[in-house]
C-alpha cells in the first residue's frame, strides 16, 4: 500500500501556490518560506553536509497568489559548516507582468551537529492540556469580522481559553497568544516544517481585539533544532505597536520542552477609524 503524502509536502512539490493555503487571495507568509526554502536546499546542499535550514529573512513585496509561481535560487557563500544563498519567488500578475512576491536569505547548516549542547534556552509556557483547550472547530462561525480562512484546516489548533477570548468579542488586550498545534492529517513536524508553523496561528492582533488581515511585511526565523514527533507548543505575542505597524514574536517548543524556532516579524494591521 502506497502511504498518503502529506498536504504539507503536496505544497512544497506542487508547480502552483493554492487556495487551500491562502488568507482571503494571499497565500500565508509561512508556507511561502517552507517552499522557497525547500528550492534553495539542492543549491546549497550538494555534498550533503547542509541539508537544514537555520535561519531564514524573508521580505514580502508583494502579496503571493494562488496559481503558478516559480522560485530562483543561488549561492552567496559556501563554508564547511554552513551555507547562504539568496531566493526569490515569482509570478505572473495581473497585467501579465513577471512579480517578485518575496525575496528572502537563508543559511544552511547541520542542525544535528549545532543543536546540543543546550547551554540556555526559553522556558515553554504552562498549558492546559490540549483537549482543554480550544479548537479552531470550537470558535463561533464568522466571529466578529472574522472568518477562519481554508489554511486553517491544515492544522489542528487548540488555543489557550485565555488567549482565544477574542473567538467570542471578548480579546484579553494583553498582546499574546498561546496553544498546541500539529497537522491535522497526522503527518509529524520536522526542521523545514517549522517555517510554516512559525506563521500558522491567527495574528496576534486578534488578541488586541483587531480581526482581519494583518500582512507580514519581513520575517525572520530561526531554527534551534529538529523538533521531536507529537504536538508543538506556541506562543506569540507583541509588545510595540504603533500606527498600523507592530512586532509579532512567536516562539515553539516541541513535545520535550525544548525549544525548536522562534522568529519574529513585522506586520502591517487595519485599524478601524473613528
Avoid at 33 to 44: E, F, Q, Y
Avoid at 63 to 82: F, I, L
Avoid at 87 to 94: A, F, I, K, N
Avoid at 226 to 234: E, S, T
Amino acid at each position: 500500500m502506497t502511504a498518503t503524502r502529506s498536504e504539507f509536502d503536496a505544497a512544497l512539490g506542487h508547480p502552483e501556490l493554492t487556495e487551500g493555503w491562502a488568507i482571503g487571495t494571499a497565500v500565508n507568509g509561512g508556507i511561502t518560506m517552507a517552499i522557497m526554502a525547500a528550492g534553495l536546499r539542492p543549491v546549497l546542499d550538494q555534498d550533503g553536509r547542509h541539508p537544514d535550514c537555520l535561519a531564514m529573512s524573508a521580505y514580502f513585496l508583494s502579496a503571493a497568489r494562488p496559481g503558478p509561481y516559480g522560485v530562483e535560487a543561488h549561492p552567496v557563500r559556501a563554508g564547511r559548516t554552513m551555507s547562504t544563498g539568496e531566493v526569490s519567488l515569482w509570478q505572473v500578475d495581473e497585467k501579465g507582468e513577471p512579480a517578485e512576491r518575496v525575496r528572502a536569505l537563508a543559511t544552511f547548516a547541520d542542525l544535528a551537529a549545532m543543536s546540543e549542547p543546550v547551554r540556555r534556552q526559553s522556558e515553554a509556557p504552562s498549558l492546559p492540556p490540549p483537549e482543554k483547550c480550544v479548537g479552531t472547530d470550537d470558535l463561533p462561525e464568522g466571529s466578529g469580522d472574522f472568518t477562519l480562512p481554508e489554511i486553517m484546516n491544515r492544522v489542528d489548533l487548540r488555543l489557550e481559553p485565555e488567549t482565544a477570548m477574542w473567538g467570542i468579542g471578548q480579546p484579553s488586550l494583553a498582546g499574546r497568544m498561546r496553544g498546541w498545534i500539529r497537522f491535522r492529517d497526522g503527518r509529524e513536524p520536522d526542521a523545514l516544517s517549522l517555517l510554516y508553523f512559525l506563521d500558522a496561528l491567527p495574528p496576534v492582533a486578534f488578541d488586541l481585539g483587531l480581526l482581519g488581515w494583518a500582512p507580514t511585511l519581513e520575517l525572520s526565523a530561526h531554527i534551534r533544532a529538529h523538533p521531536a514527533p507529537g504536538w508543538l507548543k506556541v506562543e506569540l505575542s507583541t509588545e510595540n505597536f504603533s500606527a498600523t505597524l507592530l512586532e509579532e514574536d512567536a516562539r515553539i517548543w516541541d513535545s520535550t520542552g525544548r525549544l525548536v524556532a522562534q522568529s519574529r516579524q513585522l506586520a502591517a494591521v487595519r485599524v478601524p477609524q473613528g
